[in-house]
């Protein structure tokens, strides 16, 4: 059971938009810990999206956008496309847990 | 190019130790805080820790499933991070990335306001733990 709470799984048609939730609590998001995205294409390494809560580095699409509220965040994707077919994670901070850096169970986006 | 290329993957029975490395290239390592996170099979991620840059006092944090068998070091002379892990369990197995994390932008040096973020990972080392 992770820490941080996604969907196991959503799905779009091409061009549409879509939204992965990421759910915490008060020792993490809700405590004001910043939340980054991660993109995992199949067979590959994790990719960094967004950074603090909302900040695309350099060369990730603006179709890319990231949200943060109370104890939760959300990643939108626009205008989507068959190549954003991938595992997408969140991950933040805890101040209860050894480590304190934690992930989101992982979110199967899937193109129609 | 910024890169991360780790190696020392393999097979290792329950109980055995096994040494990862992670070789750095293309920005300052010196000040870049490094981590190691892991992807069981089938698997979502799972952080392992991280090691500060010595200037940040070189200090390391581990997730409680490891704490005590697994240890972080860098040889900062050879750009290159590493990770023993011993007392190796089959729940160890995984593919052991190692990545650069933020509150430093590894380009600029600059202070980016946030942290744990990891921004560059390499491509993996697979680890079996089996008899």
């Known amino acids: 059971q992770s820490v941080l709470t996604q969907p196991p799984s959503v799905s779009g048609a091409p061009g549409q938009r879509v939204t992965i939730s990421c759910t915490g609590s008060s020792s993490n998001i809700g405590a004001g810990y910043d939340v980054h995205w991660y993109q995992q294409l199949p067979g590959t390494a994790p990719k960094l999206l967004i950074s603090g809560n909302s900040n695309r580095p350099s060369g990730v699409p603006d179709r890319f956008s990231g949200s943060k509220s109370g104890t939760s965040a959300s990643l939108a994707i626009t205008g989507l496309q068959a190549e954003d077919e991938a595992d997408y994670y969140c991950?933040?901070?805890?101040?209860?847990?050894?480590?304190?850096?934690?992930f989101g169970g992982g979110t199967k986006l899937t193109v129609l | 190019e910024v890169q991360l290329v780790e190696s020392g993957g393999g097979l290792v029975k329950p109980g055995g130790s096994l040494r990862l490395s992670c070789a750095a290239s293309g920005f300052t390592f010196i000040n870049a805080w490094m981590s190691w996170v892991r992807q069981a099979p089938g698997k979502g991620l799972e952080w392992v820790g991280r090691?500060?840059?010595?200037?940040?006092?070189?200090?390391?944090d581990y997730t409680a499933p490891v704490k005590g068998r697994f240890t972080f070091s860098r040889d900062d002379s050879k750009k290159t991070l590493y990770l023993q892990m011993n007392s190796l369990k089959a729940e160890d197995t995984a593919v052991y990335y190692c990545t650069t994390v933020g509150p430093y932008d590894i380009l600029t040096g600059y202070y980016m306001g946030y942290y744990y973020y990891m921004d560059v990972w390499g491509k993996g080392t697979t680890v079996t733990v089996s008899s």
């Open positions: 991950q933040s901070y805890d101040n209860s847990l050894s480590g304190h850096v934690v």
């Open positions: 090691i500060k840059s010595k200037t940040d006092g070189g200090t390391t």
